[in-house]
């Protein structure tokens, strides 16, 4: 696609300069993304690049092949992306989860071709495109703030990005169809956006970046705005369009629930730098560290210190026998998700801190020692704040990691 801005007569969202991504969808009206500089559509301009040793990428015919190698991003003397490597996987639902600031949407960005880098490539199908301009990387974009144009009918909006590359009116009226009843606005196309409700608007912006029928499809926390009945009826049917769609899908978010419902594989980010990547049930039942341990799950991992003594582990001031080997004696710290402990006659000494009832489960804050851990149970158990309890598990519940490097210890 052309880096042209709109047609002659357009505005861009709220009276400001929009700049066109590859899907015809548009960053903020304010000017160039936020982050990048007026030099990040232009190849020529780009800086000079410290290029890796040509990485190891299976060329490939599969359409939708997306390869990261060794992508740094600094700003200034910060570093925000510590040589990211990452092989996804045509028709791959890819999800980049982190907390904020941890250098997922600055990835994002950097495979759309929307900010530049210091080192590294970006390949689609094997071919080398980390000199090309987004328009030039058959990439359609949604962002958080879906950038409708207001002054565009819902029809317009979606086909947009055809008229910037001259496509004939009529195949733009069978496009603009077929894209806007795959995620259910038909009978809104001449609607304008202030006149859709939030999860309309955000269906208006998927059915654009999706009319061109891009390689790959990008998005930047595209549910973040709306309530969460909604965001849980929307990021379903996100999921079975992207499968009905067959196309590379990389998503970004912060919500590891709406990661682990979407994604067929997830990178853990943590800081700039990639914590795991793997299906969501094996991040979930084998986190490689601590890190990981404490940022999934809902409510996340409880980390305890412990020791290995006699092939048993002593936490609490209680030992607890293992039906594993858990390898060498010494301190480890001890991993359990809150539905792995329960309430027993002996066990763990602990002391209910506060009782969350959630209706169909109810988690109890519990202090044993000095650390607060939680417990969740599917019903209500008869106990009140304050009252000193002993808790168990069972030994296939537990998860060791080493205390100094963070890292899970296989045994």
Do not use: W
């Amino acid at each position: 696609m052309s880096a042209a801005g709109p047609p002659q007569g357009a505005r861009p969202p709220s009276g400001g300069a929009a700049q066109s991504d590859a899907g015809g969808n548009h960053t903020s009206a304010a000017g160039p993304p936020q982050g990048a500089n007026s030099t990040s559509r232009g190849a020529a301009q780009r800086p000079n690049r410290q290029m890796p040793p040509q990485a190891s990428v299976a060329h490939t015919s599969e359409v939708g092949r997306v390869t990261l190698a060794g992508i740094v991003k600094r700003h200034g003397t910060f570093t925000a992306l510590h040589g990211i490597d990452l092989e996804i996987a045509p028709g791959e639902f890819f999800v980049l989860l982190g907390p904020s600031g941890s250098g997922k949407t600055t990835t994002l960005r950097i495979l759309a071709g929307l900010e530049p880098h210091e080192a590294g490539r970006v390949l689609q199908d094997g071919v080398d495109v980390t000199e090309r301009a987004p328009g030039e990387r058959d990439v359609a974009m949604v962002f958080q703030s879906y950038a409708l144009y207001p002054h565009m009918t819902v029809h317009q909006n979606i086909a947009f990005p055809l008229r910037m590359v001259g496509t004939a009116a009529a195949e733009i009226e069978n496009a603009v169809r077929d894209a806007a009843a795959k995620v259910h606005i038909e009978h809104l196309l001449d609607r304008r956006p202030g006149q859709l409700s939030g999860g309309q608007q955000q269906r208006c912006a998927l059915a654009r970046a999706i009319v061109r029928k891009p390689r790959l499809f990008l998005l930047d926390e595209p549910l973040s705005n709306l309530d969460a009945k909604l965001r849980v009826e929307t990021r379903v049917e996100l999921r079975k369009l992207q499968r009905a769609l067959n196309v590379t899908t990389v998503y970004v978010t912060h919500d590891q629930e709406e990661a682990m419902t979407l994604a067929d594989r997830i990178a853990v980010f943590m800081e700039g730098r990639i914590a795991q990547i793997g299906r969501p049930a094996d991040i979930y039942s084998q986190p490689a560290s601590t890190i990981v341990a404490g940022f999934i799950g809902s409510p996340p991992m409880n980390l305890l210190p412990a020791e290995v003594r006699g092939g048993a582990l002593l936490v609490g001031g209680v030992t607890v026998p293992l039906e594993r080997d858990p390898g060498p004696a010494g301190p480890v710290t001890l991993g359990l998700r809150p539905g792995a402990i329960r309430i027993a006659d002996s066990g763990i000494p602990a002391r209910i801190y506060l009782v969350e009832d959630l209706g169909d489960a109810t988690i109890l804050d519990l202090h044993v020692g000095d650390k607060l851990i939680k417990m969740r149970s599917g019903q209500r158990p008869d106990v009140n704040e304050g009252d000193e309890i002993k808790l168990a598990f069972a030994a296939e519940a537990v998860h060791l990691f080493d205390p100094d490097t963070g890292l899970r210890r296989v045994f």
